[in-house]
């Protein structure tokens, strides 16, 4: 009887998004951030423009930064004179002044400051915003983004400044894997600055239960889009909205999606499988041609492994709940050979990771993993 009536929920749900909805956004995806599973989509590999969802992986690179210590959260970064010009969306800060690492995380995050967004692009890759764009296409194709060209670090219109709701997605999903311990910052629902304070766009945010992140984003020609992701009965669902009529719909097709993922958890998935996010490479300080890990190749399994002891260790996934941690650390034990711990982070994610390896160890045991499909990514 509860199969039937999930069904039937579900099938609600399908049909509702489908009938009235439709007309009123240009794609949709649902995920589990655990698994990379697709739950339903519309659309998801079609290109559309993404606006301030660039975001995303401006802040990717940042985190990318501070964790390997090229920036700290309390660094000041100088404004330009080209970030002061940033419109529309803008902290307002003038040529010439400062602002932390961390204050630029918050705008970007919470107000999608366009200035700010290039204040962050000019002072991680050489002073200029285009050259971090450049960077963040390369990155962005080295987690798996197929169909992605970045032009800016805002979001601001280009017509060769185009994304997937799928690559969207996948960028999420890198983003919460690769850095747990800075997703708070997509889940702040405000934050003042210089005495003004400043809403998150996203209405999710203290309406819908669980809703603990992410991002906004509107132009004229993209419309309104909106990453959400939520939390419920030990499952972490991802929605991506793209092209949605006004910020109303943005908001409630979002939670339809959400609704209708946390329906079908836990039953046979549909026919859409997620690509799962091939690696986590260290941010390039250049922009020249890179070779990518080859994930064709598989490990030879062998458990005997030595690996030498060091200051390196290796991440193989953060996620929500510790059974789907310890069925990431047998994966890794059959791939690598290696015995990985389960740690719980500050925010609640069990982290999968190996410690004490040396780099060349590090790389080994990463090589493995990615080769049998398991994300991961070398810390120090």
Not at 159 to 183: C, E, G, N
Request: charged letters at 20%.
């Amino acid at each position: 009887m509860k199969r039937v009536l999930s069904f039937i929920l579900s099938l609600f749900l399908f049909c509702g998004l489908a009938n009235a909805a439709q007309p009123q956004y240009r794609a949709v995806l649902v995920a589990d951030i655990d698994s990379g599973r697709v739950l339903y989509n519309e659309n998801a590999n079609e290109l559309n423009y993404p606006a301030s969802l660039t975001k995303i992986m401006t802040l990717y690179l940042t985190f990318d930064a501070l964790e390997h210590k090229r920036l700290h959260l309390d660094d000041y970064l100088i404004v330009s004179n080209y970030a002061a010009n940033a419109q529309p969306v803008k902290l307002g800060l003038a040529a010439g002044s400062k602002i932390t690492v961390e204050d630029a995380i918050k705008a970007v995050a919470v107000h999608s400051a366009n200035d700010v967004a290039r204040v962050l692009a000019e002072n991680l890759q050489g002073g200029k915003e285009g050259n971090f764009a450049n960077l963040m296409t390369r990155v962005a194709n080295e987690i798996g983004l197929k169909n992605t060209n970045f032009e800016n670090s805002s979001g601001l219109p280009n017509d060769d400044h185009l994304s997937t709701a799928r690559d969207i997605a996948l960028l999420s999903m890198a983003v919460y894997k690769h850095f747990p311990q800075y997703w708070k910052y997509f889940g702040i629902k405000s934050w003042t600055y210089n005495g003004k304070t400043y809403t998150n766009g996203n209405r999710l945010l203290g309406t819908y239960p669980g809703c603990d992140g992410m991002k906004t984003g509107f132009t004229n020609k993209s419309k309104y889009s909106l990453v959400a992701t939520a939390k419920r009965d030990g499952h972490h669902l991802i929605a991506v909205v793209l092209g949605a009529e006004n910020k109303d719909v943005r908001a409630n097709i979002a939670m339809k999606m959400l609704n209708l993922g946390f329906s079908k958890m836990g039953k046979a998935n549909t026919n859409y499988v997620a690509p799962v996010v091939q690696t986590k490479t260290v941010a390039p300080t250049k922009t020249n041609p890179v070779v990518k890990y080859a994930t064709d190749k598989k490990s030879n399994n062998d458990n005997t492994t030595s690996y030498a002891s060091g200051g390196a260790g290796v991440q193989f996934g953060a996620f929500s709940t510790y059974n789907a941690a310890q069925a990431q650390v047998n994966k890794v034990k059959s791939a690598t050979g290696l015995n990985a711990q389960i740690q719980q982070s500050d925010n609640g994610l069990y982290r999968v990771r190996v410690n004490g390896l040396s780099e060349s160890a590090a790389q080994s045991a990463k090589n493995s993993a990615l080769a049998n499909g398991i994300d991961c990514y070398i810390f120090h």
